[in-house]
């Protein structure tokens, strides 16, 4: 069996009565980029912390690469973690900062300059060296940040929100280098970030994660186009889902806005009995114009509000009783008053339980 | 579009002689006038002859200049039965104040970054006993202290009097040391570990060299507030070992013959010059370091 890069299994962690994570489970594999993705409050800079060793865990076994290391020390777990305030030491240069590691650990003069170097070439931050953090621009931090990570030739790499302090263009280019870092280091990687965009560039895996527990772990797209529930659902996708009451009954679903035929439907296992549920229907995934002709069901409504986007057209419309997103192309030519026709198709919608809010 | 070009354009201008201005610099001025006056008394008292003090204008210039009492202060003015002025006390204040200060800073840094980096069981109970410390008055330990420095064989001692200082710095200086470290972002010490340092390493590589404020402030505390310590000072010495200020006592106090106005405002001024330099060399330090521990604390 090939060995996992991280395992966690059966984590609890309580401060005080407060239960914040709950019997956790998660397996990493080998170089594989794992997104903690949820919203604040949700455990997952939590759970990255007790994978780097810095909060002790109450109960459960943490493993890394094979090696139980739940009561072992930081340093000596294997892993590098980048900080949102990137944590540089303000009164050592950059060069010092990334060595700082390899000092403590004894390593001969000769073999530090050389790992530094080739950390350094690696981040593009040769030039800054002898540099003092306070002189480096937010980019430069951070880079210097995951140099430091680098140096130490750590199994995994733990970044926690590592962008959220950089503004919008900059962390779009820094992305696409934590991206382009990951494909040339090909290290086991964990993230955690609020930001969706951020975990759908990144993961090969998402976990998502509420009120200390994982709820679902898959693959972007799968979180994308199976959500697991209703809250994942909600989650992920911006702007967000439309949700809508009806029922499931005689393989169609029944609601305010008519019905719309299952036949397409691809229904978890055992979950296509009749019952009361809630229908699921992305913005982006409304049919409109010449893809009218594949719709399972149209209907004519009329734009409330239209919101142009440049690339896209967000129209609000009155639909089954509440207020329904549409996204559109930025061409499509509509303004407020006028009618439209959507259309639905059952293999482009998520149905969820009334109660339970599980995917059917 | 003339109209553009006339009227009010660019900062509006403002008199340097608004009611507010003369309120707030007024107000400043008599402050601090009021606080420099005794200041003022002293220095022209100290630099006048006793013929000229008897005048008893206490306000006026010297008319003839001398440095005479300043000399007679610093060696031989009489303190009971010797005179040899404050010099033997200046001495004994250095002795006292300089291992005192060193020894509370360094036990008291330690203990404020263990408190907050380092939460071990019972840290806040510790914490807490350690503040109540802070608010005990003085004069409830004075006699147990003397048992215990006799049974420690320091009484009387110098030794002796710089452990009394070094432990009763604690309370309040592992107070702002805590705080301080408690400011400094958490991240910075879970970097540091797991970059591999220990206890001692993250104190001496990374925090340390991030204290320089704080060390200031409380350098100041401590050379201060030792140098000025009278009660232990009188308390838990000999004679011989007397510091400055129980020595600037007597020599105020000694009542043989004329009192010597001259020579003890001259005596006074130099005792309190050591705590006056500290301020002014490391006055804007001192204000930034109280600053960032208190409001950052």
Known sequence: ?360 | MQNDMIGPRGPKPRSIFRLSNLVVYGTITILALYYLAPLYVMVVTSLKSMSEVRIGNVFALPVNLTFDPWFKAWSSACTGLKCEGLMGGFLNSVIITVPSVIVSIAIASVNGYALANWPYRGANIFFTILIFGAFVPYQLMLYPIVIILRELGVFGDLAGLVIVHSIFGMPILTLIFRNYFSSLPAELFKAARIDGAGFWGIFFKVMLPMSLPILVVAIILQVTGIWNDFLFGIVYTRPESYPMTVQLNNIVNSTYGEKEYNVNMAATIITGLVPLTIYFISGKLFVRGIAAGAVKG
């Open chain 1, 1 to 360: 069996m090939l060995m996992e890069s991280v395992s966690i299994k059966n984590l609890d962690l309580n401060f005080g009565s407060v239960e914040v994570l709950k019997n956790l489970n998660l397996d990493v594999h080998q170089g594989e980029f794992i997104v903690l993705l949820g919203s604040s409050g949700c455990g997952k800079s939590t759970l990255l912390n007790c994978i780097a060793g810095l909060l002790d865990v109450s109960d459960g076994q943490i493993f890394i690469n094979g090696n139980n290391v739940t009561w072992q020390e930081p340093s000596e777990r294997g892993i590098g973690m980048v900080f949102q305030s990137y944590a540089l030491y303000p009164q050592m240069t950059v060069e010092g900062n990334l060595s700082f590691g390899l000092r403590n650990a004894g390593v001969a003069k000769a073999e530090i300059q050389k790992k530094v170097a080739r950390a350094a070439e690696i981040l593009q931050i040769e030039a800054l060296l002898k540099r003092k953090p306070s002189e480096l621009s937010g980019g430069q931090r951070q880079r210097v940040a995951i140099g430091r990570a680098l140096v130490r030739d750590v199994d995994v790499f733990l970044f926690d929100e590592p962008l959220s302090n950089l503004d919008a263009k900059l962390r779009t280019d820094l992305r696409v280098e934590i991206k382009r870092l990951h494909q040339q280091l090909k290290n086991t990687m964990i993230y955690v970030t609020h930001d969706q965009i951020e975990a759908m560039t990144l993961a090969d895996r998402i976990a998502i994660m509420r009120e200390g527990k994982i709820m679902q772990l898959a693959s972007p797209a799968e979180i994308y186009g199976r959500p697991v529930n209703k809250y994942v659902a909600d989650f992920i996708g911006s702007p967000a889902m439309n949700f809508l009451e009806g029922c499931v009954e005689k393989g169609a679903f029944h609601f305010a806005g008519g019905v719309l035929p299952l036949d397409q439907y691809n229904f978890s296992e055992g979950m296509d009995g009749d019952r009361d549920a809630w229908i699921g229907i992305r913005p982006e995934h409304v049919l409109v114009a010449e893809t009218l002709a594949k719709a399972d069901l149209t209907v004519s409504v009329r734009a409330d509000i239209v919101e142009p986007m440049g690339a896209d057209t967000l129209l609000w419309c009155e639909f089954g009783g509440q207020s329904f997103r549409i996204r559109l192309d930025g061409q499509f030519e509509i303004k407020e008053g006028d009618m439209i026709d959507i259309g639905f198709t059952s293999n482009a919608i998520s149905l969820f339980d009334k109660s339970s809010e599980m995917r059917l």
